[in-house]
């Protein structure tokens, strides 16, 4: 997933309400899902890393992600060219409440490609596979708690 024009198995266990998280998953940036499932984390902070996103990957491993962390709140649009698999794309506040989801975000095949994003100002972006967002309970308003990252 790049920028578009600068506008680019641990999991609850039965019964409780607490992630089951292997010591593998203890460090690193990660993200617990309102689930409970842990997902590691690539981070991209810098300009050159956001605009090549997920591009050129042929599959994301499960429970991975990439979280873009960006230097200021403004609007972050993203779009799907060179990218191989459909995204759930989770735009966060700085808090880590959802504010827009773009779901089974659809690789673009030809120009010109689409953007996806809200208006609404965000320094958070996390893309995981496609239909995971549902499937962990992802929606607006849900929080997703960031670990790991300064």
């Known amino acids: 997933m790049a920028l578009a024009g600068g506008a680019g198995a641990c999991g609850a266990a039965p019964g409780s309400s607490h992630p089951v998280v292997t010591p593998a998953e203890t460090t690193g940036p990660r993200a617990v ?25 042929e599959n994301l491993p499960d429970r991975t992600g990439m979280l873009f962390l960006f230097a200021e709140s403004a609007p972050h649009h993203f779009w799907m060219k060179n990218t191989m698999i459909p ?56 929080t997703i708690r960031v670990e790991g990252v300064d």
């Open 87 to 142: 995204l759930d794309i989770v735009w966060l506040d700085d808090a880590g409440k959802v504010v827009f989801v773009s779901a089974r975000t659809p690789p673009c095949k030809a120009d010109p490609c689409p953007t996806y994003g809200p208006d609404t100002p965000v320094r958070r972006v996390l893309e995981i596979a496609g239909g995971m967002a549902e499937k962990e309970g992802l929606k607006m308003g849900t």
């Open 33 to 57: 899902l309102p689930s409970g499932a842990v997902y590691r984390l690539e981070l991209a902070t810098i300009p050159e890393d956001q605009a090549q996103g997920l591009m050129y990957r």
